[in-house]
């Protein structure tokens, strides 16, 4: 983090505003002969964030530098605000009166600084040199092989096969028709949850029960909340204003009746247990709830049908299957594993006390070591000096004590957030950035590099995947319970990071530099004297986040990241931003209404340095020109609603700016558009019809585009044929066309597709609203990369997947297309589709599904067509896990005779229903 600390500062000192700013103070020679000590130091940083660094002395003396490098900071944002201060009305004299003040009081105050810096700088020098004295005599371990993570689907189950049967026969015991709960016992990190998973998602489990739910509970919980993830995992539409008892309601219609497994993961008391299955319904038909936890009995009435299951530890033998299989590939298990790495794996598994989770991280660790005696040798050796500790935690400070300082600092920023959160990746990593602890090298962007650190974390198995993109990039992911308290106990120690419930938190907050505040009751006491008191206490803080609340921030001069983590903050007013012209990272949900557009507009231009600014969710729709000159723009997105935003004016050199979303074209980019080199997600509107021209003029400079959405009415062959753009050999994501489907212009031109006009490389399009002449399926079938494919609000009439075609399709959805009379799968054709949705397409009546055709699909939806559009074929579908059936008519229940029918074809599959209409909101 010093490396980037340093050169983050030194950045901003060749900024030119920055250097006149300096001028104006009368320091910039001082300021000229501290930016060249400091770049002095630069050559001894070289590699400290991304080499592991375990000399205490050095870590110190690391920190001195950082330190060093944030004062500087505190300088530079100093001396802007006392420049860009607006004198506003005042008379030429006070006017004058000011100029003085600030020459004779701020630039003494401002002189005395810099020299302390300037000292504090020299010293660093002298201590690093004494340090490189003797470490030239330390005989450096051999380097660590490349890592090459290794992203896994499933979860290892090793050792619990056995007890996968003894749970699934309690679950589908035909003994037991009332519901009961079973609940899998033992100790944190035994690998509760890891068996849970794998019964969940058994053939077996999901034949049996017709509705599976998984809900993430944890220390803090709040019952509501419970029952809106349940209620959103079965597709129930979400109304902010429902009570709890509106809620349960909702749900326990949905359910009566059904057959159903809830899943509550990690509960620490009986109480949200109690409540639900008090609550849910119970209709004999064998329905269960499934729990995992460390405590012991935690149901104790005697009312309740209860079984509780102990999971104990893995015996040695599983213990050194699991390790070998974390820590070696998996070709030396053919062959054997050599006798030297046995005999030491049988050593760490007996210090490991069978604990599934120690066992995976020690695994992550050996990975990455040479495959010989020493190695595996010396993290034996490093585990014997924790051994005072319990066994899983001594594990986690072992794999943390053997990353690079970046990656300690990833790892602490995992403490951020609540227990059991589910962390939207390319956020995290934006985050990370702006709070510089990834350094940009000239052959990888700061996100590329970012990326390879969650993915390092995740093959160290110190976090965990929760959802993958189609390409197979890390969309989501989660800290174990037991990794996110090492990691609040380590920035707590290091006094990175504190997160506040409470207002009596403040008072402990003056070392840190970062903030989280969740759980804050009541919030209007909170609003008004939490922001002053965190200033005065803190004046020096750089990041806060706010999970269901902000207080006041004006006072926070120096922050660099401020976010609501998604949360809309309606009250938030700009007149509580102050000027925080060093933010780097800027998140909020505002809601601002037409009094405060200029306020914000104003506190928006002031930023220098900002890389992310995230409005989506909010009602910004008008940005000052004057933003687009920010040159260290990496990622601006903008809401959608009410109206798209102006994108950047003509000639505006944006050449750090990789996301642009939100936004619409300018009439006047007809001359010359904006200079977007390293642009890569872009999503843009046209202002009016006739502008199309303009957008096309836009593409043609973009040569990195991967992610591309035009939505629009009337999109023109110029745009749909891509083969002319300087991206069509990259972009992996397509969407065009209106997004209201239902609104469909008659006159609207059809176009003529043809092999080509679409990039090879796409995994995913969506044509919206797009009017064909003809049977688009021929051209779509040759993207031979495509994996998930929407077509709505078109006209097709006949529509035909050719035999063998769609070989990597998984995903294909259907919405409103009402002219679509029939549809024909030939042999073969989307051998590998999973998820089929067909949606609002009322005269489809001829729908046929020939021999091998979608033979992996898992889920069927169908909605809104004629009941007579069952498809010949469907009874062929053997891996069929799902069908949602609903009616043609709002408001109406299919027939009983039609559902018998529904039924009768699908009697394979596991679960089948028949719902309402208005629960048209189901989820995957």
């Known amino acids: 983090m010093a490396e980037s600390a340093v050169d983050s500062v030194l950045r901003k000192l060749e900024d030119d505003s920055v250097k006149v700013a300096f001028n104006q103070c009368g320091v910039s020679e001082q300021m000229v002969r501290m930016s060249g000590e400091l ?126 049967k003894n749970i699934i026969s309690l679950l589908i015991d035909q003994n037991t028709a009332r519901r009961s709960v079973i609940a899998i016992e033992g100790l944190g990190g035994v ?288 800290i174990h319970d037991l990794i996110h308290e090492f990691a609040i106990q380590k920035a707590k120690d290091d006094n990175f990071l504190m997160v506040c419930t409470k207002l009596g938190d403040v008072q402990k907050c003056s070392q840190t530099r970062r903030v989280a505040i969740m759980n804050v009751e009541p919030f209007d006491k909170f609003e008004e004297s939490y922001g002053k008191e965190m200033a005065y206490i803190n004046p020096n803080l750089r990041s806060l986040l706010g999970f269901d609340f902000l207080p006041k921030v004006s006072g926070f001069q120096n922050l660099r990241l401020l976010s609501d983590m998604g949360q809309t903050c309606s009250a938030y007013k700009p007149n509580k931003f102050g000027r925080l012209n060093q933010l780097s990272y800027f998140q909020l949900s505002l809601k601002v209404d037409s009094r405060d557009i200029s306020n914000f507009q104003l506190f928006i231009s002031s930023m220098r340095f900002l890389q992310t600014l995230d409005l989506r969710g909010g009602s910004i729709c008008d940005l000052p020109d004057s933003v687009w000159n920010v040159t260290t723009l990496r990622h601006v997105l903008l809401p959608t609603w009410p109206g798209f935003t102006s994108g950047p004016p003509p000639s505006t050199d944006l050449v750090n700016l990789q ?23 872009l999503e843009i509107g046209p202002k009016e019809k006739s502008q199309w021209d303009t957008i096309a003029i836009l593409l043609h400079t973009l040569e990195k585009l991967v992610s591309l959405e035009i939505v629009g009415d009337d999109v023109p062959l110029n745009i749909i044929d891509m083969k002319g753009f300087p991206f069509y050999y990259f972009l992996k994501h397509l969407v065009l066309g209106n997004e209201y489907m ?108 020939e021999d091998d055709a979608m033979a992996k699909l898992k889920k069927l939806t169908v909605s809104h067509c004629p009941l007579l559009s069952i498809p010949e074929g469907l009874q062929h579908l053997r891996e069929l896990q799902k069908v949602k059936w609903y009616s043609r008519s709002p408001f109406h229940k299919i027939s009983e005779t039609k559902k018998n029918e529904i039924y009768s074809i699908c009697k394979h599959v596991p679960s089948i229903s028949t719902p309402p209409v208005w629960l048209i909101g189901e989820r995957s």
């Open 191 to 478: 690998g509760k949850t890891t068996l849970a998973l794998t019964v969940y998602n058994s053939a077996v489990v999901k034949k049996h029960f017709g509705i599976r739910l998984w809900v993430y509970i944890s220390q803090q919980f709040a019952i509501i909340e419970i029952l809106k993830d349940i209620a959103e995992a079965l597709g129930i539409p979400q109304f902010e204003d429902l009570s709890l008892e509106s809620h349960l309601t909702m749900i326990k219609q949905y359910l009566v009746e059904k057959r159903y497994l809830l899943v509550l993961d990690d509960i620490w008391t009986s109480d949200p247990l109690s409540f639900i299955q008090k609550g849910l319904p119970d209709a004999n038909n064998g329905s269960r709830i499934l729990t995992t936890t460390r405590i012991s009995k935690i149901v104790e009435e005697p009312s309740l049908a209860f079984v509780s299951y102990k999971l104990d530890s893995l015996d040695e033998k599983s213990s050194l299957e699991l390790l070998l299989k974390k820590a070696l590939p998996s070709e030396m298990a053919i062959h054997g594993y050599p006798v030297e790495l046995y005999g030491l794996a049988k050593q760490i598994v007996a210090k490991l006390g069978g604990l599934a989770l120690a066992l995976s991280v020690v695994g992550g660790i050996l990975s990455r070591e040479p495959f010989n005696y020493n190695s595996w040798n010396r993290v034996i050796q490093q585990m014997s000096l924790v051994d005072g500790e319990t066994n899983i935690i001594a594990s986690i400070a072992l794999s943390y004590d053997n990353l690079s300082n970046a990656l300690k600092l990833c790892l602490q920023y995992f403490s951020i957030f609540p227990e059991d959160y589910e962390i939207d990746a390319k956020i995290l990593l934006r985050m990370w950035i702006g709070e510089r602890f990834v350094m940009q090298k000239d052959d990888q962007t700061s996100e590329e590099i970012a990326e390879t650190y969650l993915e390092d974390l995740v093959s160290r198995n110190l976090i965990q995947v929760s959802k993958s993109t189609l390409d197979g990039s890390i969309e989501s992911c989660r």
């Open 742 to 849: 239902n609104i469909v212009n008659p006159c609207q031109e059809k176009i003529d597709l043809g092999i080509g006009m679409f990039p090879t490389q796409l995994t995913t399009l969506r044509l919206k609203c797009i009017q064909f002449q003809q049977d688009p399926m021929p051209v779509l079938e040759k993207l031979e990369n495509l994996k998930l494919l929407f077509l709505g609000g078109s006209n097709c009439q006949q529509l035909c997947c050719s035999a063998g075609q769609f070989g990597k399709l998984e995903e294909l959805e259907f919405w409103e297309l009402e002219e679509l009379k029939e549809w024909k799968i030939e042999k073969g054709a989307m051998a590998v589709l999973k998820k089929l949705t067909v949606s609002h397409c009322p005269e489809l009546k001829e729908w046929k599904i």
């Open 39 to 164: 770049r002095s130091i630069q050559p001894f940083l070289q590699g400290t964030d991304t080499t592991n660094t375990i000399d205490e002395r050095k870590n110190l003396w690391l920190e001195d530098v950082k330190n060093i490098a944030e004062s500087i900071d505190v300088v530079i944002g100093t001396i802007l605000r006392i420049v860009e201060e607006k004198p506003g009305r005042m008379e030429a004299a006070k006017i004058l009166f000011t100029k003085i003040k600030i020459c004779l009081v701020v630039r003494r105050s401002l002189r005395d600084e810099i020299k302390k810096i300037e000292s504090k700088i020299k010293e660093v020098k002298k201590g690093y040199d004494d340090i490189n004295k003797e470490e030239q005599e330390i005989i450096r371990p051999p380097p660590r092989r490349p890592v090459i993570p290794v992203i896994e689907e499933e979860p290892d189950v090793v050792g619990f096969e056995e007890h996968k």
């Open 659 to 681: 996301t642009l979303t939100g936004v619409t074209n300018r009439e006047s980019w007809k001359g010359k558009g904006p200079n977007l080199p390293e642009l890569k997600i």
